[in-house]
């Protein structure tokens, strides 16, 4: 409760002093996937398609990380420090990695995720190939392997012989289970390969690179070998070099600027490139210098550039149905994305329908189906209808592709509203899933809707019966009911959804202690129109005031006074129904000559109990006749979320 006081003897100067007081998109076939990896860094990441599992290191945090496909992490494997190179085995049994901490290869068994072995190699270990059962692994500017396939396991290194590598980026390695024998170095430069069939490594070709390489892939045949950056043209590109001479080739154009690449089992190229402003990874299909497919990173960050690729993060589902890459933003999170149909275009599907219509007349959708390899003519596409007698979609006779992939069909929509007609494309072997769609506004009839008590005022608390009318309808005879009271701190809420009774009414009761806007909802049918109508009742404040401090009640003529000693102050106790911020106005009269005169109203600020006391001091003299009341004022009283509300005259005298 707040309590304030007045100087009565001031207030009753003024009041006698005056007499007055002046107041058609292109669609993937399935959603790619995004999740959060729980590493710190990102040294080399390997796919295991048999048991759908991706492999991640981090050498900073000395962890394997296990997910899923769709990146739900399964494992989470600790204490390698500086791991780095990962290798899968040929039967899918074991994942190799590399562990600077130990100079040590460890194994990783695929189905229970626990460490098999431990091997010693002497040397810290970087990039791993798994080449006809034996470890291969770069060390420096060498490599060597590790043969477990006897009693004992056997490490050779320095086997590059006398190839002068001598870059300062390390050494990569690439190999390909289809190409039995085979292993390829690279290091800043320079890039051989090598017959590994017998015991050692033996040199079949040395060539060039760019010294910008940060990956090396072979392709499956076994005829080329991919470099992560290289010339097409001495643009930014995925490189490509014969493996029987090692003279380049053409490659593949992608963005700037080029940091990763791996080539799937049917000879697909994933090609990433450092790109802040443009697609982070680039799908080729064997020679063909135009991407099939691009994916373009989110900005998960807080620069104006998107997140970015790893160095190298890019890997293959051994189905090709995925490129699995790991991005980076500035805030240094990794994330696993799972991007899919990687090998298959994206076609484009357009449709065109009226943009309005009449309801029960025949109406032309027209559209077109494009792809980078055209689509052959008589493509059967599917049609769906949507509208407020189908909101699941009805399916229309489907329709076929011209040779220039266009198609055209016409349907008599039997409702109004929106009406939605979808167009899909299956997909093929080559070419992902595509839809697209068009809405049409086809007419309704209007119905008649009203509510009444529109700009009544009650008293606080009254219980107020709302009826809303709806006219004539097709099927549709359901009315909802909101009340939404005055003021930021209550929302609309609905009274009432039902149906109309026989003569169209459906009633809901509001107790108005708020200016209420109350609104009837007929959501519409199939012939006739939505419609909604508002009525808005307005409601009296609740106040009162009580008196203490007087020694007695009494009349003066027929008006009930409260007698107070003139050394006495009086105390006006106000209570109203709280809302933050509000006050209540304090007017006070003084009678003279027999007219009430005003002392300029004060406002007063409620409690949370909404209560506020005000007392008089005490004036000092006897004989003078004085009367107060308490207001709530729309808007002066600090809030507009009830009706100016004035309280009841409490009149008062001073005696000796």
Same mark, same amino acid.
């Given at each position: 409760?707040?309590?304030?006081?007045?100087?009565?003897?001031?207030?009753?100067?003024?009041?006698?002093?005056?007499?007055?007081?002046?107041?058609?998109?292109?669609?993937?076939?399935?959603?790619?996937?995004?999740?959060?990896?729980?590493?710190?860094?990102?040294?080399?990441?390997?796919?295991?398609?048999?048991?759908?599992?991706?492999?991640?290191?981090?050498?900073?945090?000395?962890?394997?990380?296990?997910?899923?496909?769709?990146?739900?992490?399964?494992?989470?494997?600790?204490?390698?420090?500086?791991?780095?190179?990962?290798?899968?085995?040929?039967?899918?049994?074991?994942?190799?990695?590399?562990?600077?901490?130990?100079?040590?290869?460890?194994?990783?068994?695929?189905?229970?995720?626990?460490?098999?072995?431990?091997?010693?190699?002497?040397?810290?270990?970087?990039?791993?190939?798994?080449?006809?059962?034996?470890?291969?692994?770069?060390?420096?500017?060498?490599?060597?392997?590790?043969?477990?396939?006897?009693?004992?396991?056997?490490?050779?290194? $320095?086997? /590059?012989?006398?190839?002068?590598? !001598?870059? *300062?980026? +390390?050494? #990569?390695?690439?190999? %390909? =289970?289809? &190409?039995?024998?085979?292993?390829?170095?690279?290091?800043?430069?320079?890039?051989?390969?090598?017959?590994?069939?017998?015991?050692?490594?033996?040199?079949?070709?040395?060539?060039?690179?760019?010294?910008?390489?940060?990956?090396?892939?072979?392709?499956?045949?076994?005829?080329?070998?991919?470099?992560?950056?290289?010339?097409?043209?001495?643009?930014?590109?995925?490189?490509?070099?014969?493996?029987?001479?090692?003279?380049?080739?053409?490659?593949?154009?992608?963005?700037?600027?080029?940091? $990763?690449? /791996?080539?799937?089992?049917?000879? !697909?190229? *994933?090609? +990433?490139? #450092?790109?802040?402003? %443009? =697609?982070? &990874?680039?799908?080729?299909?064997?020679?063909?210098?135009?991407?099939?497919?691009?994916?373009?990173?989110?900005?998960?960050?807080?620069?104006?550039?998107?997140?970015?690729?790893?160095?190298?993060?890019?890997?293959?589902?051994?189905?090709?149905?995925?490129?699995?890459?790991?991005?980076?933003?500035?805030?240094?999170?990794?994330?696993?994305?799972?991007?899919?149909?990687?090998?298959?275009?994206?076609?484009?599907?357009?449709?065109?329908?009226?943009?309005?219509?009449?309801?029960?007349?025949?109406?032309?959708?027209?559209?077109?189906?494009?792809?980078?390899?055209?689509?052959?003519?008589?493509?059967?596409?599917? &049609?769906?209808?949507?509208?407020?007698?189908?909101?699941?979609?009805?399916?229309?006779?489907?329709?076929?592709?011209?040779?220039?992939?266009?198609?055209?069909?016409?349907?008599?929509?039997?409702?109004?509203?929106?009406?939605?007609?979808?167009?899909?494309?299956?997909?093929?072997?080559?070419?992902?899933?595509?839809?697209?769609?068009?809405?049409?506004?086809?007419?309704?009839?209007?119905?008649?809707?009203?509510?009444?008590?529109?700009?009544?005022?009650?008293?606080?608390?009254?219980?107020?019966?709302?009826?809303?009318?709806?006219?004539?309808?097709?099927?549709?005879?359901?009315?909802?009911?909101?009340?939404?009271?005055?003021?930021?701190?209550?929302?609309?809420?609905?009274?009432?959804?039902?149906?109309?009774?026989?003569?169209?009414?459906?009633?809901?009761?509001?107790?108005?202690?708020?200016?209420?806007?109350?609104?009837?909802?007929?959501?519409?049918?199939?012939?006739?129109?939505?419609?909604?109508?508002?009525?808005?009742?307005?409601?009296?404040?609740?106040?009162?005031?009580?008196?203490?401090?007087?020694?007695?009640?009494?009349?003066?003529?027929?008006?009930?006074?409260?007698?107070?000693?003139?050394?006495?102050?009086?105390?006006?106790?106000?209570?109203?129904?709280?809302?933050?911020?509000?006050?209540?106005?304090?007017?006070?009269?003084?009678?003279?000559?027999?007219?009430?005169?005003?002392?300029?109203?004060?406002?007063?600020?409620?409690?949370?109990?909404?209560?506020?006391?005000?007392?008089?001091?005490?004036?000092?003299?006897?004989?003078?006749?004085?009367?107060?009341?308490?207001?709530?004022?729309?808007?002066?009283?600090?809030?507009?979320?009830?009706?100016?509300?004035?309280?009841?005259?409490?009149?008062?005298?001073?005696?000796?």
């Amino acid at each position: 409760m707040r309590r304030r006081s007045i100087a009565t003897a001031t207030a009753l100067a003024v009041a006698l002093g005056s007499a007055a007081l002046v107041g058609g998109v292109a669609s993937p076939a399935s959603a790619d996937s995004a999740k959060v990896l729980p590493v710190k860094s990102v040294g080399d990441i390997v796919v295991d398609g048999a048991h759908q599992r991706v492999y991640v290191s981090d050498p900073t945090g000395g962890t394997i990380v296990v997910t899923d496909y769709s990146g739900t992490v399964k494992a989470k494997l600790t204490g390698l420090a500086g791991v780095t190179g990962l290798a899968l085995s040929a039967d899918s049994g074991q994942v190799y990695a590399a562990v600077k901490d130990g100079n040590r290869i460890v194994s990783v068994e695929t189905s229970t995720y626990t460490r098999t072995a431990s091997h010693p190699v002497g040397v810290t270990p970087g990039d791993l190939e798994v080449v006809d059962g034996r470890i291969w692994f770069a060390h420096g500017t060498d490599f060597g392997s590790l043969d477990t396939s006897g009693p004992e396991p056997v490490v050779r290194l $320095a086997q /590059r012989g006398d190839i002068g590598f !001598s870059g *300062a980026f +390390g050494m #990569f390695l690439a190999s %390909d =289970p289809a &190409v039995p024998g085979v292993l390829v170095a690279g290091n800043g430069g320079d890039l051989a390969v090598y017959d590994v069939s017998a015991d050692g490594a033996a040199l079949r070709v040395k060539g060039s690179m760019d010294t910008a390489v940060k990956q090396l892939d072979l392709t499956p045949d076994g005829k080329q070998v991919l470099t992560s950056w290289g010339d097409p043209e001495y643009g930014y590109g995925i490189g490509s070099y014969s493996t029987a001479d090692l003279t380049e080739q053409s490659g593949y154009p992608i963005d700037a600027y080029p940091n $990763a690449v /791996r080539v799937a089992p049917d000879g !697909s190229v *994933a090609g +990433g490139s #450092f790109s802040w402003y %443009d =697609p982070d &990874v680039h799908v080729h299909r064997p020679g063909d210098p135009v991407p099939v497919r691009e994916y373009d990173f989110p900005n998960t960050g807080d620069s104006s550039g998107a997140d970015t690729l790893v160095d190298g993060a890019l890997a293959w589902a051994p189905d090709s149905s995925r490129v699995f890459a790991v991005s980076v933003n500035t805030h240094g999170t990794h994330t696993l994305r799972a991007l899919t149909d990687p090998t298959k275009e994206l076609p484009a599907l357009k449709v065109s329908a009226p943009t309005k219509s009449e309801r029960a007349k025949k109406l032309t959708v027209t559209g077109k189906l494009t792809s980078r390899t055209p689509l052959p003519a008589g493509t059967t596409l599917k &049609v769906t209808r949507t509208d407020v007698d189908a909101p699941k979609g009805k399916a229309l006779a489907g329709v076929r592709t011209k040779a220039d992939g266009g198609f055209s069909f016409t349907d008599t929509p039997p409702a109004g509203g929106k009406v939605t007609y979808k167009v899909s494309y299956a997909g093929d072997a080559t070419h992902a899933p595509a839809s697209g769609s068009d809405t049409v506004d086809v007419s309704r009839k209007s119905t008649t809707l009203s509510l009444n008590n529109n700009g009544k005022l009650y008293s606080y608390g009254k219980k107020v019966t709302f009826t809303a009318h709806l006219g004539t309808t097709y099927k549709n005879r359901t009315v909802s009911i909101y009340a939404d009271p005055f003021g930021s701190d209550k929302s609309k809420k609905l009274l009432k959804t039902a149906k109309v009774n026989s003569k169209g009414d459906l009633s809901a009761t509001v107790t108005m202690t708020r200016d209420t806007t109350v609104s009837a909802v007929f959501a519409g049918d199939a012939r006739y129109a939505s419609k909604t109508v508002k009525s808005t009742g307005y409601a009296r404040a609740k106040v009162s005031t009580s008196v203490s401090k007087h020694y007695k009640t009494g009349k003066i003529g027929s008006t009930t006074y409260y007698y107070f000693r003139k050394n006495t102050d009086p105390v006006f106790t106000t209570t109203m129904n709280y809302y933050e911020g509000r006050k209540q106005r304090f007017q006070l009269q003084v009678y003279h000559g027999g007219t009430w005169y005003d002392s300029p109203s004060e406002y007063f600020a409620l409690g949370t109990d909404g209560k506020s006391a005000v007392r008089l001091e005490a004036p000092g003299e006897s004989g003078i006749r004085a009367r107060m009341r308490s207001s709530y004022v729309n808007g002066s009283s600090g809030d507009t979320v009830n009706s100016t509300t004035h309280g009841a005259w409490k009149y008062f005298t001073f005696t000796k």
